[in-house]
């Protein structure tokens, strides 16, 4: 039989996060909402690193098409880097004509 995964909104881990930030323990607040405390910890090195940006969906898609418009965008500089390169040799050439 399989589990089914608990899947919490951005508004509960704010609110649990902040739970903790205002004084309460892990533990306690863990116990009270029945969530791991790991998971807690998670959560909190993640509202730590991005505050504006934590919790922004569903789960590490976020991440993942940052991680591709980086890789996107670099693309173009270097496609960018090339064209201008050919442009020059192109020149080159029609100036030795």
């Known amino acids: 039989m399989a589990v089914k995964r608990r899947v ?5 881990k704010l609110r649990i996060v ?7 323990t892990q533990a306690q607040v863990a116990r009270e909402h029945q969530i791991n405390e ?4 998670r ?6 690193k991005n ?3 934590a919790f922004p969906g ?5 991440q993942t098409e940052e991680g591709r418009i980086a ?12 064209n201008d390169l050919l442009k020059k040799a192109l020149q080159k050439l029609e100036e030795e004509k």
Do not use: H, N, P
Request: overall charge positive; some cysteine; aromatic content about 14%.
């Open 38 to 41: 790991y998971t807690l910890s």
């Open 51 to 53: 505050k504006d940006r």
């Open 8 to 12: 919490f909104s951005r508004e509960f």
């Open 58 to 62: 569903k789960g590490w898609v976020s």
């Open 71 to 82: 890789s996107l965008e670099r693309m173009i500089g270097r496609l960018t880097m090339e």
């Open 18 to 24: 902040r739970e903790i930030l205002a004084g309460k």
């Open 43 to 48: 959560w909190c090195r993640a509202y730590r």
